[in-house]
């Protein structure tokens, strides 16, 4: 099974909507993030989380919402969606202790289409 | 802050060929340095990183990458390709800082492309 699973994979609505992207991860890890994918823009973080009680806003956070449910949980939402949030999003994990070595771990995605 | 140049969006070049995707860092404090992959319909994987030691970095997949902090460079090479590792590559780094988010910035990305 995946460590990092993102739900839906795809899904496409209509301006105005309200909708909600979901990420889970198996890897005990503290640190949990928001990226969304442009072409030509590489990976922009829009939301961060250290732990359930830590949440802050990235280099795009304007017209997002975030939620931190529980450690393995993080979920970002659009509560009105524009066309220009159309892109892949990317949930992301990383070990809080020092010594983690920076690294982070990708879900595979989720391409959200807003009409 | 940080920055990421990745100088060439696309990389085309037939199999077996030397192949170079080069980034560019601007940073006012010492970073970090990765290099990130990113298959069809998939999510990004790690390839290699650098965070102190030999400038020289191993990867995956007969990937290497070596740190040059006058020229603040961080080249991917590999000697020889195969059709299999058409994917984006993005170059990414992290502010070396205590208590620090330690957010990745992405480059752009290069999209290589393997010919037959």
């Known amino acids: 099974d995946a460590d990092v699973t993102q739900t839906p994979r795809n899904r496409i609505t209509k301006t105005g909507k309200r909708i909600m992207l979901e990420c889970s991860q198996t890897?005990?890890?503290?640190?949990m993030y928001w990226y969304r994918q442009d072409p030509g823009l590489g990976l922009r973080l829009i939301y961060y989380?250290?732990?359930?009680?830590?949440?802050n806003k990235g280099e795009i956070s304007d017209g997002y919402s975030v939620s931190r449910q529980a450690q393995a949980k993080f979920s970002l939402s659009l509560e009105s969606a524009i066309p220009n949030q159309t892109a892949l999003y990317f949930c992301?994990?990383?070990?809080?202790?020092?010594?983690?070595?920076?690294?982070?771990?990708f879900g595979p995605g989720t391409r959200l289409t807003v009409l | 802050a940080q920055s990421v140049t990745q100088l060439d969006s696309q990389v085309p070049v037939f199999e077996e060929a030397p192949v170079e995707l080069r980034c560019n860092y601007s940073?006012?404090?010492?970073?970090?340095l990765f290099w990130y992959v990113q298959y069809p319909n998939q999510g990004l994987q790690l390839l290699l990183k650098?965070?102190?030691?030999?400038?020289l970095v191993k990867g995956i997949n007969g990937f290497e990458a070596e740190f040059n902090k006058s020229q603040t460079s961080f080249h991917l090479r590999k000697p020889s390709v195969h059709i299999s590792d058409t994917a984006e590559y993005f170059c990414?780094?992290?502010?070396?800082?205590?208590?620090?988010?330690?957010?990745?910035?992405f480059g752009s990305g290069t999209q290589l492309t393997v010919l037959p």
């Open positions: 989380s250290f732990d359930v009680k830590d949440i």
């Open positions: 990414a780094v992290s502010a070396i800082s205590s208590g620090s988010a330690r957010q990745l910035t």
């Open positions: 890897k005990g890890h503290d640190r």
């Open positions: 650098y965070l102190s030691g030999s400038t």
């Open positions: 992301a994990t990383r070990p809080g202790t020092s010594g983690s070595l920076d690294t982070q771990y």
């Open positions: 940073s006012s404090v010492s970073v970090y």
